[in-house]
């Protein structure tokens, strides 16, 4: 009698969860340095595009439009409208510096040249290259604000010495654009996604935002919803040190930018993960 004996099927582990907590490492920072270098080549083309159109709005509405409007009140202190509109706009250039970074280029890395393939050859994980981008995308934001702030300083719009603090609150600004705009870099399939991003998220944000006009000009309804707007917190953090005053309430408005922040990574690392079913 032929005795069989069968082998017990091979249990095969459970992959894990792409919604765990981030795992991260020293290891983004090869990843920062890479695109650091890349970049170098083109710094200059790359600053003159970035600060280009926000100075043509400053100087545009700025100056032209100012002209008309004259003082603009802010929680009843009126101010030039230049410097009304130059608070707001130094806001806007931080997310549309980090959300363009985040978005094409970030793309054009992870899907078009497979760069992040080939980074993961490497003893480099996936999260820590998430996290490079991020950081990378903050930095060309913080990179176009600083030099759009030192022009400002040089037409004379403000000159408080809180604009340090600013400078620190836009490089959170620019960390968070950055994260939300990592989401839709994980759910593109092309070039083309893009453009809902831009047209349903970031153009209604830079008008509902006070950047060009105070909110209180909105109804009652969309006050309420511009409010938790990101944008709108980073406008109300930063107008204020314009204007050599310290913000009302600024905590409310710095938890409101981290949770953003936090929350908006940590949805990026996890689609990013289900892509690349890590």
């Known amino acids: 009698m032929n005795n069989v004996s069968s082998a017990a099927p091979a249990l095969t582990p459970p992959s894990p969860s792409p919604w765990r907590p981030p795992e991260l490492s020293l290891r983004w920072w090869p990843v920062f340095l890479r695109n650091l270098l890349v970049w170098r080549k083109l710094a200059l083309p790359s600053l003159i595009g970035n600060i280009a159109e926000p100075l043509i709005w400053l100087v545009a509405f700025g100056y032209g439009m100012g002209a008309l409007v004259g003082q603009v009140s802010v929680d009843g202190v009126k101010v030039p409208y230049i410097l009304f509109l130059a608070s707001g706009s130094i806001c ?49 934001s913080i990179f176009t604000v600083t030099a759009i702030l030192f022009v400002m300083l040089g037409l004379g719009i403000s000159h408080s010495p809180k604009l340090v603090v600013a400078w620190m609150v836009l490089i959170g600004a620019g960390i968070t654009f950055s994260s939300i705009a990592l989401i839709f870099n994980a759910l593109a399939k092309g070039y083309d996604f893009f453009t809902y991003y831009f047209t349903l998220f970031m153009t209604p944000m830079m008008f509902l ?54 929350a908006s990574f940590w949805v990026a690392l996890s689609l990013t993960r289900k892509r690349f079913r890590a």
């Open 92 to 140: 806007m250039s931080a997310m549309n510096a980090a959300s363009f970074e985040a978005l094409y280029s970030a793309f054009s890395r992870m899907h078009v040249q497979k760069t992040w393939d080939g980074i993961m050859n490497a003893p480099v994980g996936l999260d820590d290259i998430v996290l490079a981008e991020m950081l990378w995308a903050a930095f060309k």
């Open 209 to 262: 935002s006070g950047v060009f006009f105070p909110l209180e000009q909105l109804p009652t309804a969309v006050q309420a919803v511009a409010a938790w707007l990101p944008l709108t917190n980073a406008v109300a953090l930063v107008r204020p040190l314009f204007m050599d005053q310290w913000p009302a309430g600024w905590w409310v408005h710095a938890v409101v930018l981290a949770v953003y922040a936090v």
